[in-house]
């Protein structure tokens, strides 16, 4: 059984080198063919992401994605078409000039104390505040 362990010991060790042999080998023809190992790493991803894009859970999702965005497209687009719509009725053209004309005669208080209109505010002008002083 010696015999047989240390026989055994001996061809693991002609195995090792030459698999280091064969190893430094084909190191030296990836270089001398220009193939490195950035290139390796870039060939396998590339077929990494081919072989999960050609199977049947990717293009099942794919699929599925596909046909949720087609359906929200057009539930945004109906939406989107009916409030054009209402933007454009006599009723909410009535409604914006009343709103409008509440807004400007409407008085807005400021935390500071300061009273101005609210379209004094659009303006970037200021009545400043109800005694006139400066209040933090």
Do not use: C
């Amino acid at each position: 059984m010696l015999k047989e362990l240390a026989r055994v010991e001996e061809e693991i060790e002609t195995l090792r080198t030459v698999l280091t042999s064969k190893t430094r080998h084909a190191s030296d023809l990836k270089r001398k063919l220009g193939i490195t190992v950035w290139k390796e790493i870039t060939e396998d991803m590339n077929q990494g992401i081919k072989n999960v894009r050609e199977s049947s859970v990717y293009q099942k999702t794919e699929s599925v994605f596909k046909s949720t965005a087609e359906k929200t497209s057009s539930i945004f687009e109906g939406i989107t078409s009916k409030l054009s719509q209402m933007k454009n009725s006599d009723s909410m053209r009535s409604f914006e000039d009343k709103f409008s004309g509440v807004l400007q005669k409407t008085k807005i208080s400021s935390r500071s104390g300061s009273v101005s209109s609210f379209t004094e505010e659009n303006n970037g002008t200021s009545t400043g505040n109800l005694d006139g002083k400066l209040q933090p």
